[in-house]
């Protein structure tokens, strides 16, 4: 496609349930980042994968958050056991893997947890 | 810890006129900062990239400045636009790039241009 896809765009779900989030990044993209943004908040790194090299999971909030990226592509955000506090945007970026290389971003998944 | 500062509040600016954004950090020596644009509901979309041994850059309207002695980096909007309406992050990368590593993002200063 021509730019990052996120599906879904909204999700609202009850306490305690899990939900799965998906990032489609752009073909040939190595790097592809998560990150959270709550309202007035900046981005919160969570977690970042290159090539098939380990992904850098330090930004993961809790045990409760997992993430994975199939065939270098396609990547899913795991959130077992859903807290109130995990209401935010969850953005996915991908990028073409060199050091200074901008981001390209997707239009986010707004999760509210009730 | 490293910290990276933006003005929390909204900047009101006249149509026409320069819109000065500012971007300060502490405790961070970045290789490199880009400035990126958000509209509400959507994504990040990016501006612009500048390194450390650099001083200025432009693109069209836009101008970004990098001092490391001052730890700051100033985004000028010219003429600015009602268009031009949105939030503006800066972010701040270093050299090992990637991951935690990379780049680290401000709160963004939400810019008003009033018509």
């Known amino acids: 496609g021509a730019g990052v896809s996120q599906s879904p765009s909204n999700k609202v779900t009850e306490k305690g349930k899990d939900v799965e989030l998906r990032c489609d990044p752009i073909s040939g993209h190595t790097a592809l980042y998560w990150y959270r943004q709550s309202l007035g908040q900046g981005l919160e790194f969570l977690i970042y994968f290159q090539g098939n090299s380990a992904p850098d999971k330090s930004g993961l909030p809790s045990d409760r958050f997992s993430a994975e990226r199939t065939g270098g592509s396609v990547s899913t955000l795991t959130i077992q056991r859903t807290q109130q506090e995990d209401s935010a945007v969850y953005l996915c970026?991908?990028?073409?893997?060199?050091?200074?290389?901008?981001?390209?971003f997707g239009e986010g998944s707004r999760l509210t947890v009730l | 810890s490293q910290k990276i500062e933006q003005n929390s509040e909204a900047l009101n600016i006249q149509e026409g006129k320069t819109a000065t954004l500012t971007c300060n950090y502490t405790n961070y020596s970045p290789a490199y900062l880009q400035w990126y644009r958000q509209d509400p509901g959507r994504g990040p979309v990016f501006l612009l990239l500048?390194?450390?041994?650099?001083k200025e850059k432009r693109k069209e309207r836009l101008k970004v400045t990098f001092d490391t002695t001052l730890k700051q980096s100033l985004f000028h909007i010219t003429a600015s636009q009602p268009a031009d309406s949105a939030t503006y992050l800066c972010a701040l990368g270093r050299a090992t790039g990637g991951g935690a590593d990379g780049l680290t993002f401000g709160k963004g200063t939400h810019l008003i241009i009033q018509p």
């Open positions: 500048i390194r450390e041994n650099e």
């Open positions: 970026a991908s990028s073409p893997g060199t050091i200074t290389g901008e981001l390209f």
